[in-house]
């Protein structure tokens, strides 16, 4: 059984940096794409970037250049590395991992003030 656990979210003045990590278990987690996501209130859920077996990354337009993404596959952890926060990244990011579907984890909390 596939189990995504986040961690690493919290509050954070604007221009500051937070990194998120995604504990992977139930699977050969060196062979899955990875990726975070967030949700903020009232927002549908929308992709942050993601990293597949070999590395290779995409980026959502809005944090191209601040956040991000690695994997390290010897922990079955991904990573997303977050800088130069802005009040409208504040959301709940989420984990997710793809197979032949899609795993979530249960979220953490990212809040950046102004």
């Known amino acids: 059984q596939v189990q995504l656990v986040e961690s690493g979210g919290g509050l954070v003045q604007a221009g500051g940096s937070l990194r998120l990590s995604c504990a992977a278990s139930g699977t050969i987690f060196r062979f899955n794409n990875m990726g975070w996501y967030r949700q903020a209130p009232g927002n549908q859920r929308e992709l942050v970037a993601t990293?597949?077996?070999?590395?290779?990354?995409n980026y959502a337009d809005s944090v191209k250049g601040r956040y991000t993404i690695s994997r390290d596959n010897a922990k079955n952890t991904v990573y997303l590395q977050m800088n130069s926060l802005k009040p409208e990244d504040t959301a709940v990011y989420y984990c997710?991992?793809?197979?032949?579907?899609?795993?979530w984890g249960k979220g953490t909390l990212v809040a950046v003030s102004s």
């Open positions: 990293i597949t077996p070999g590395g290779s990354t």
């Open positions: 997710n991992l793809k197979r032949s579907m899609d795993y």
